[in-house]
Structures are given as structure tokens and as C-alpha cells.
């Protein structure tokens, strides 16, 4: 059971517009920056967004993080094929003094 | 460019110990601490922990005491995860994974991941 709760799925068509959650509590979301992570088949994840909504360097605009309370969304608009992917939230627990990731979201791009 | 770079796919039989190297380049090695990740066949992301690699003290999470020791190298900028009396569930995927210039928390680098199997 993760500390981070994520739809286990999502899917959407090219093109279109897909939302991912992730949600917390005031230990971890609620007082902490944080980060979304895209993992393709067989690789390692890739960061996407950092500190709520900084892209680094390289990620394209079609990715956009946000934070409201103890909750995070990761937004992909013009949904690609090459998205298909697990993406994962991550944030630090203040409480457990730990990194806590999401349970992982699959995305299927129909 | 940051580049964290680990070592090979291991197949060990339950019992046996393993190590499992990152060796880090494009960056001052002792400026970023290391965390280590496991990642479970079809399963999520789970934080093991993190190296301090300016003291060399290795902090680690609920789960991974006792068996699992966190190590370095600052000669040659690498970071070590070593796991001793292996077991079949210890099977995974770890991953090295440098902090960015917050501090502790979420990782912004990964290594490419070294598959450890435990099968007699």
C-alpha cells in the first residue's frame, strides 16, 4: 500500500488531454514540493516535473504539474503514442523522513 | 551531462551477497547526496534510502535495515548498495538516484538500473 494514492490506470486518445492525481496528507504533499516521474517499458523513470510545476530541461510543455492542498495532478495534453507509460508521483514524508512515491499510473493511449 | 552509470544484471542464489555499483560523472560527486530505489517485478517505486556523499552516512528507510548497506568510493565517484543473505523476494530492479539542488527528497537523476535475481 502506497503512501501516495494514484488511479491504477488512465487512457485517453491521441491528441486529447489526460489528468493524473495523486494524493496525500499534510505529512507529505500538504508541506512538500513535488515530483512527477515517467517510466516507458524497460527503462528508468525520467523526471517530468519537479517542485509542483518546474520542468526541467528538455521535457516539453505538453507536460504541466500542479498542487492544491494534499493533492499533486500531472496534465499531458496532445496525447502521443510515445507517452504510453507508468507515471509516478514523489514527494518527501515528513513524518515517515522518507521519499514516498505513488502507486505508479499506467496510461494507454488508444 | 549528469550521468549515473551502474553495473551489470546479477543472478544470485538465496544466501549469497551482492553489490551493486553507480558511478557518477558530469557533476562534483560529493555536492549531491545518492539515494537507492528498488523496484519489484510489475510492482512500483520504493525509496531504500540515501548516502550522504559528503560524510559517507548512509540513512535507510522502514524495510531496509540490517541486510542492506549503503557505501562509497569518492576517488572514483561511485556509490555502492551491497545486500547480503539474499532471498527471493530481494529480486528487483535497483536504481541509483541523485538529489537535485533541493536537498533530500525526490530523486532528478536515475542510474539505468541493475536487475539483481535470487533463484536457487
Known amino acids: 500500500q502506497s503512501v501516495l494514492t494514484q488511479p491504477p490506470s488512465v487512457s485517453a486518445a491521441p491528441g486529447q488531454k489526460v489528468t493524473i492525481s495523486c494524493s496525500g496528507s499534510s505529512s507529505n504533499i500538504g508541506n512538500n514540493y513535488v515530483s512527477w516521474y515517467q517510466q516507458l517499458p524497460g527503462t528508468a523513470p525520467k523526471l517530468l516535473i519537479y517542485d509542483n510545476n518546474k520542468r526541467p530541461s528538455g521535457i516539453p510543455d505538453r507536460f504541466s504539474g500542479s498542487k492544491s492542498g494534499t493533492s499533486a495532478t500531472l496534465g499531458i495534453t496532445g496525447l502521443q503514442t510515445g507517452d504510453e507509460a507508468d507515471y509516478y508521483c514523489?514527494?518527501?514524508?515528513?513524518?515517515?523522513?522518507?521519499?514516498?512515491f505513488g502507486g505508479g499510473t499506467k496510461l494507454t493511449v488508444l | 551531462q549528469v550521468q549515473l552509470v551502474q553495473s551489470g544484471s546479477e543472478l544470485k542464489k538465496p544466501g549469497a551477497s551482492v553489490k551493486v555499483s553507480c558511478k557518477a560523472s558530469?557533476?562534483?560527486?560529493?555536492?549531491?547526496?545518492m539515494n537507492w530505489v528498488r523496484q519489484a517485478p510489475g510492482q512500483g517505486l520504493e525509496w531504500m534510502g540515501w548516502?550522504?556523499?559528503?560524510?559517507?552516512?548512509?540513512t535507510y528507510a522502514q524495510g531496509f535495515t540490517g541486510r542492506f548497506v549503503f557505501s562509497l568510493d569518492i576517488s572514483v565517484s561511485t556509490a555502492y548498495l551491497q545486500i547480503s543473505s539474499l532471498k527471493a523476494e530481494d529480486t528487483a530492479v535497483y536504481y541509483c538516484?541523485?538529489?537535485?539542488?533541493?536537498?533530500?527528497?525526490?530523486?532528478?537523476?536515475w542510474g539505468q538500473g541493475t536487475l539483481v535475481t535470487v533463484s536457487s
Open positions: 538516484a541523485r538529489d537535485g539542488p533541493g536537498g533530500i527528497g525526490p530523486p532528478f537523476y
Open positions: 558530469g557533476y562534483t560527486f560529493t555536492n549531491y547526496a
Open positions: 514523489g514527494t518527501w514524508d515528513g513524518s515517515l523522513n522518507a521519499v514516498v
Open positions: 548516502i550522504n556523499t559528503n560524510t559517507g552516512n548512509p
